[in-house]
């Protein structure tokens, strides 16, 4: 019994290695990217002080 789930693990191990692996890969990727400026970030912030 234990011995068919460790080989079951060790056959799905490294697949799921790879996919963390591309996942990682994909935030790195996507946070060496600038991301564009939105148009409300650069307006006048009204507060309800009114100041």
Do not use: D
Not at 10 to 18: E, K
Not at 38 to 44: G, H
């Amino acid at each position: 019994m234990a011995r068919s789930i460790a080989n079951a693990v060790s056959n799905r191990l490294p697949f799921v290695a790879a996919a963390i692996l591309c996942l990682a890969a994909v935030q790195l990727i996507a946070a060496s990217c600038t991301p564009e400026t939105a148009p409300y970030a650069t307006s006048k912030v009204h507060t309800l002080s009114g100041r």
